[in-house]
């Protein structure tokens, strides 16, 4: 998305070269506008011999198993946004245990920090932004959604059992 006025005084921004890139500057009031990637979150949720995958009900990747995960609110703490979006997507409580891995999904524009949880609590039942919500055997995986779900899924079949 294009920002064309100033959010600080409604001005028409013009493009300015700051720190090496062409960037949306307002003559007004001075104010330059940096886009940043957003931040968003991933649940490795293994347990036993199988883990915890969503169906995406919305692109992208529609259709696909990926990891439950979602973007981290401004002042969420993101051990907080991964318990919350876990809940939120398979009705599960998850206790965070340690961050895995931490990537850039360059498509999306995206900062991906993948967390490992462990289920604590609740009833698996899909909701929010999924269709369903399912554990799976590592002989059984479906068509995994997104780098960092295949990524995480080839490091945990390859790691001796």
């Not at 700051?18 to 500057?25: L, M």
């Not at 940096?34 to 968003?40: D, G, I, L, T």
């Not at 991933?42 to 979602?70: M, Y």
């Not at 909701?127 to 780098?147: H, T």
């Amino acid at each position: 998305m294009e920002i064309r006025f100033c959010p600080q005084c409604g001005s028409p921004l013009e493009a300015r070269v700051c720190h090496g890139r062409s960037r949306p500057f307002c003559p007004a009031c001075r104010f330059m506008h940096f886009a940043n990637p957003r931040v968003a979150v991933a649940v490795f949720v293994p347990e036993r011999d199988r883990l915890l995958l969503v169906k995406r009900k919305f692109p992208p990747e529609q259709g696909c198993w990926a990891l439950a995960a979602g973007f981290v609110d401004l002042g969420e703490p993101p051990e907080a946004a991964a318990v919350r979006e876990v809940r939120e997507e398979t009705g599960l409580e998850v206790v965070i245990e340690r961050m895995l891995d931490l990537g850039y999904d360059e498509t999306n524009q995206v900062i991906v920090i993948l967390y490992q949880g462990r289920a604590v609590g609740g009833t698996l039942a899909a909701a929010d932004d999924v269709d369903e919500a399912r554990w799976f055997g590592r002989d059984a995986l479906p068509e995994l959604a997104f780098q960092s779900t295949r990524r995480a899924v080839a490091a945990w079949l390859s790691a001796p059992q």
